[in-house]
């Protein structure tokens, strides 16, 4: 227990101390601090070259070890250090990684370290490391209020950001006809190309949150996707990657593999999604994208493309205009029993699907002659002859 109460009054400053520790602060040179600071902070991977004039580097460097020393002085420091907030906004906006701050900022407490142990002979040794928790405990103030104050910096600059694309975006939902100066004005605002492809992504209701956490994962990762809200519907959209193709069916290879993970969590989502061929497309896209999500069924769970979900739109646009698509063929399919009529419409069904009489037949376990008379009798009866495309055309749209 006497040599734990030893050791904890060694490592405090005692009454005596106060004039040489202050000594030992007035021996500090804040050019040599500086320079020292200079020559090592230079080599700090994002340092390396300054992504800031080196003046200014030094200039702040030299202010830090000033307060430093002022702090040493007070025992401490008891509120806002306005160099800390300096240091943290000037280097957030410079775009240094905060890991490369924290690094350059912790040199602060060796450099300083070593001058101290340097300034102060054998027989301050005590005295020295009586201070040391003083020292550590005002540096250690100092960069948490550095970081801080970059952290704060930065969460406002994501929100400048975020403020200005989001205007720039709703100009082009509000605007139906842009210029092609305006276009550029707002492409170069996004950071995007204007004749640049994009992929489109809609989801309403209750599959909006799905498609958020979408936008979030692939931001996180370093991504770039902006959104935008029409009502109750989320759009959003990115670049598509140079060398990537007309957007396909997600459940196809080509553009799951072109797109990567995004792709096969968009195909996986409940969500409508085409391809924006430039920035001048994004509205009218978007509007598409919105009408795909709209028409996906209540059990189906990926998904809806242009080529999945075109005859949907069709349907729908024809039964709001009151035109009923496939009313005579019902009433038509209605002479026949049950089984014949379940069994002629699945024939037609799989035959429209693959357009081979042998490719249905293999999917229905049936020979091709059976297929072929189950068709002719759809024919017969109904007066649509799924084999010609002009009339199958209808009958793929009122089946979708």
Do not use: K
Not at 59 to 76: K, M, P, Q, V
Not at 126 to 134: D, F, M, S
Not at 282 to 290: D, G, I
Not at 370 to 380: E, H, I, Q, S
């Amino acid at each position: 227990m006497t040599a734990y109460r030893d050791r904890r009054l060694r490592d405090r400053p005692l009454p005596g101390d106060a004039a040489r520790w202050l000594e030992l602060l007035d021996a500090l040179d804040l050019d040599e601090l500086t320079d020292r600071f200079m020559a090592r902070v230079v080599r700090v991977p994002g340092y390396d070259p300054a992504p800031i004039p080196v003046s200014e580097l030094r200039r702040t460097g030299r202010d830090s070890f000033r307060t430093l020393i002022e702090g040493l002085r007070a025992g401490g420091f008891d509120g806002p250090v306005t160099v800390s907030t300096e240091v943290g906004v000037s280097r957030a906006r410079a775009g240094i990684p905060l890991e490369a701050l924290m690094t350059a900022i912790r040199l602060d407490f060796s450099v300083l370290w070593e001058v101290l142990t340097r300034v102060a002979t054998q027989d301050d040794a005590e005295l020295v490391i009586r201070h040391t928790g003083i020292v550590l405990s005002t540096v250690d103030e100092y960069v948490s209020q550095v970081q801080q104050a970059y952290t704060a910096e930065l969460a406002r600059m994501r929100a400048e950001e975020y403020s200005v694309h989001a205007g720039l975006i709703a100009s082009l939902f509000e605007d139906p006809d842009p210029t092609g100066e305006r276009l550029s004005t707002i492409a170069t605002g996004l950071g995007l190309d204007v004749d640049c492809p994009l992929l489109v992504i809609a989801a309403t209701g209750d599959d909006v949150r799905a498609l958020q956490v979408i936008i979030s994962d692939h931001v996180r990762a370093g991504g770039t996707m902006f959104a935008h809200h029409l009502g109750e519907v989320l759009i959003a959209f990115t670049q598509v990657p140079e060398g990537v193709g007309h957007v396909s069916d997600p459940v196809g290879g080509g553009v799951g593999h072109s797109l990567g993970a995004l792709a096969g969590r968009i195909a996986e989502a409940r969500v409508g999604y085409v391809r924006a061929e430039g920035i001048g497309a994004l509205r009218r896209s978007a509007l598409t994208a919105r009408d795909l999500a709209d028409v996906i069924a209540a059990d189906e769970t990926s998904a809806m493309t242009w080529r999945r979900g075109w005859a949907r739109l069709a349907a729908r646009s024809l039964n709001a205009a009151g035109n009923p698509i496939l009313a005579d063929v019902e009433s038509a399919l209605g002479e026949c029993g049950p089984v014949e009529r379940e069994r002629l419409i699945e024939a037609v069904q799989v035959y429209l699907a693959t357009g081979s009489i042998g490719a249905s037949a293999e999917r229905l376990f049936c020979h091709r002659n059976t297929v072929a008379n189950r068709l002719r009798r759809f024919a017969d009866l109904t007066g649509v002859d799924p084999m010609i495309p002009a009339e199958a055309a209808r009958l793929v749209v009122g089946w979708a």
